[in-house]
């Protein structure tokens, strides 16, 4: 039978979730629902001089609004907690213990000047980058090179001690990746990593190896940063005498800048005016507001299905896929090698795709509160739905419903003079005057019936409607843009549109004049 599938979210909570962290936490998610498995969050925090206030709360919040269901972590529990590495620490002495007793690592007591002392003197000697491995540690301070007395005592002593992993000599470290394929490292490349702290905190590399191990995990899916950590990994499954349990492992591609050149960072989102968050988050040692997806007016769907595709498609051309669909189509293997370009415009199609399939009234709730900033008043319910419904076509994300629909809700508006100065003829003025008079006394105010009395009006009086409708629309709404004008009209009523038919007009006659 194989292995049931469970893998982790590891996030560190050191600030926001960036788009590639939500992505990575997007592929482990489908991964386990596509084999009927686990997605555990594991909250990696043992690094408490990086420790950011707010940031796992970020995290869960932002995994919430995106639809992944986390079925054990910090909140939901599970058999394999705790699911914090701050509350672990106790599980990592012991691990920590068996490897000294093993011999597959050893205590280190070299101050901060030692270590550079070393690096400058195997410098002079011509090594270009000296590291603390199996060619430099017999010359430094260590329980290697002292003897078991001075060893303990130092250990009792408490300062300045920590653990590091004793690299094997002449071995080959190989491993297969689901994405890069056979990756292998020689043991000589890799240094003597620290895997506890003089904190008597485990390092990254020694919690998340014994997180993994003992969560069991099936396979480990995290950015690419990690592969060159991974050979160390191994050699940890190998020290603790669990070689056969070693996960499967998949190290996702870079997410790019648009252009291509280079990583896409959180500064990335303020150069070049798009989010690289999932949600706002304001930084407080910066002062700083980053802006996120949600409040950027994303569907949560659309940022899903387009990250799904920032590394990954399913070879064939079909690009929507709701989450339920990715979970039955994604596959590790058809993940992409080389990095994927972050690209915006792409982010807005899927938006946008999102927001026309998406019902009239569930666009309504989503807009509600932004719309109702506007005017500052309570916006009736049926009218914001039906909005929408005129609107949908016409924006790329929920936050254009306010700002090019601003006009549904407020006569504050600004006109477009430009069209007026080329449209508006004075001697028109009068025949604008009776179409107001026959809408006013109009029976029943539906579209059809405003339309017809406007287009007669037109024809009978032999008019261009290239004369009549732009003046109209701007007179009603300021601007050219926007959904069927007599459909507008309907919807604003009789009454806000003679108004506003009457400003427009007077305003229309000071600008040429
Ligand atoms: N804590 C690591 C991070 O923040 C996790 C890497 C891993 O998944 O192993 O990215």
């Not at 106790?90 to 070393?118: C, P, Q, T, W």
């Not at 301070?141 to 590091?164: A, E, M, P, Q, Y």
């Not at 900033?373 to 309570?378: A, L, P, Q, R, Y």
């Not at 008019?463 to 629309?473: D, H, K, M, Q």
Request: proline share 4%; hydrophobic share 35%; glycine share 8%.
């Amino acid at each position: 039978m194989s292995k049931e599938v469970r893998v982790r979210f590891a996030p560190s909570p050191t600030g926001p979730l960036h788009i590639g962290g939500v992505r990575t936490a997007l592929y482990n998610y489908l991964v386990a629902k596509k084999n009927g498995g686990k997605f555990l969050l594991r909250i990696e925090d043992t690094d408490q001089s990086r420790y950011v206030p707010g940031a796992e709360d970020y995290i869960i919040q932002s995994l919430k609004w995106l639809g992944m269901n986390i079925d054990e972590g910090p909140e939901q529990g599970g058999n394999y907690g705790p699911y914090r590495q701050s509350d672990r620490k106790n599980i990592y002495k012991e691990y920590v213990d068996k490897l000294i007793s093993s011999g597959h690592a050893y205590y280190a007591f070299d101050s901060a000047e030692e270590l550079e002392r070393m690096r400058d003197r195997y410098k002079a000697e011509g090594v270009h980058s000296p590291k603390y491995d199996q060619s430099t540690r017999e010359s430094m301070i260590n329980s290697l090179t002292l003897s078991d007395d001075d060893t303990k005592s130092l250990v009792n002593k408490g300062s300045n001690v920590v653990v590091r992993l004793k690299v094997p000599k002449n071995e080959i470290i190989s491993f297969s990746d689901e994405v890069r394929g056979e990756v292998s490292f020689q043991s000589e490349e890799l240094d003597d990593k620290v895997l506890m702290k003089a904190d008597g905190m485990p390092t990254y590399h020694l919690a998340n190896v014994v997180d993994d191990f003992l969560m069991k995990i099936s396979h480990v899916i995290r950015g690419e940063e990690w592969l060159s950590s991974t050979g160390h990994h191994v050699l940890l499954y190998r020290a603790f005498g669990w070689a056969k349990e070693i996960p499967k492992f998949a190290h996702l591609p870079l997410i790019l800048k648009p252009n291509g050149k280079g990583k896409l960072s959180k500064r990335d989102g303020a150069k070049f005016g798009f989010p690289v968050f999932p949600l706002d988050w304001f930084d407080k040692k910066e002062n700083e507001l980053f802006s996120g997806f949600k409040e950027d007016g994303f569907i949560p769907e659309a940022v899903i299905n387009f990250l799904a595709f920032l590394g990954w498609n399913p070879g064939t051309e079909e690009e929507m896929f709701s989450l339920s669909e990715l979970e039955s189509s994604f596959e590790i293997g058809k993940i992409i090698k080389s990095g994927a370009k972050f690209n915006y415009e792409k982010a807005k199609w899927y938006n946008q795709q999102y927001i026309i399939s998406s019902p009239n009234e569930t666009l309504a709730a989503l807009i509600q509160e932004d719309i109702e900033k506007i005017g500052g008043v309570s916006v009736d319910k049926g009218f914001l739905t039906t909005f929408c419904g005129m609107m949908k076509e016409r924006v790329m994300t929920l936050k254009e419903f306010s700002t090019k629909g601003k006009y549904f809700f407020t006569d504050d508006f600004e006109y477009d003079v430009k069209t007026i100065k080329k449209k508006f003829k004075i001697e028109n003025g009068p025949h604008f005057e009776k179409i107001c008079n026959s809408l006013e006394s109009l029976n029943t105010w539906k579209s059809n019936d405003i339309q017809n009395v406007i287009k007669s009006y037109i024809t009978d009086n032999e008019l261009s409607f290239g004369a009549i409708l732009p003046i109209l629309r701007i007179c009603l709404a300021g601007t050219m843009k926007g959904p069927d004008v007599f459909q507008m009209m309907e919807l604003l009523g009789r009454q806000i549109v003679l108004s506003r038919m009457e400003k427009g007009l007077k305003f229309c006659k000071t600008t040429i004049s």
